[in-house]
């Protein structure tokens, strides 16, 4: 019954924004850390971003060519998670997942995916002039 659904993505130019949402379901918001993923063809998944359960103004960047232009921000309201990017490049198109971290309320030390127990289906995000 657990449920990470995506949504927001679509095509920018460089220098854009763009603010990504997740939806989740099944599941407290205040009981486990949400981590964001970003994945090219052929390549694997790349963690960059997470938010704690309950402290939302804890964020772990786990990438410095985010740290200045992304933020994360969380709706307990709407059990919502806002990725906000900012500055958008070209590097920056890829597919963009959200994702439920199985080990509790703390963001991990590493983005490692086999931290986390569930996935949303992802949204494209392009970047092109």
């Known amino acids: 019954q657990v449920q990470l659904v995506e949504s927001g993505g679509g095509s920018v130019q460089p220098g854009g924004s763009l603010r990504l949402s997740c939806t989740a379901s099944?599941?407290?918001?205040?009981?486990?850390?949400i981590g964001w993923f970003r994945q090219a063809p052929g390549k694997e998944r790349e963690g960059f971003l997470c938010?704690?359960?309950?402290?939302?103004?804890?964020?772990?960047y786990y990438s410095e060519s985010v740290t200045v232009r992304f933020t994360l921000q969380r709706d307990y309201a709407k059990n919502t998670v806002y990725l906000e990017m900012n500055e958008l490049k070209l590097e920056d198109t890829d597919v963009y997942y959200c994702s439920k971290d199985s080990t509790g309320s703390n963001c991990p030390t590493s983005a490692y995916e086999a931290l986390y127990d569930s996935w949303g289906q992802g949204t494209q995000v392009t970047v092109s002039s």
């Open positions: 099944g599941f407290a918001l205040d009981r486990y850390s």
């Open positions: 938010i704690e359960s309950i402290n939302t103004t804890k964020i772990k």
